[in-house]
């Protein structure tokens, strides 16, 4: 069975949305295998290029939707 979480970085700087999005991605449980970053787009786009070019050994790819203010991370079991 496969599960989805969102995480919503609006209002945060870039080192916040880094900070809480490593802790989210260390605490998720294994059986939650999409990530949904929401990210926003009209405010500027430092967090989405963090975001996207961000790496962690839970991330097996990213998919660049046609939503520009998400990203989504498929992830690896732990």
Do not use: C, W
Not at 33 to 39: A, D, F, N, S, Y
Not at 64 to 71: A, F
Request: no cysteine; aromatic share 6%.
């Amino acid at each position: 069975m496969s599960f989805s979480y969102s995480l919503d970085l609006h209002g945060h700087t870039v080192e916040s949305a880094r900070r809480l999005l490593t802790e989210t991605l260390r605490s998720l449980p294994a059986e939650v295998r999409e990530l949904e970053v929401i990210h926003g787009y009209h405010q500027g786009t430092a967090i989405r290029e963090m975001i996207r070019s961000f790496k962690h050994p839970r991330i097996e790819r990213k998919i660049l939707g046609m939503n520009q203010g998400s990203t989504i991370f498929e992830l690896k079991a732990k």
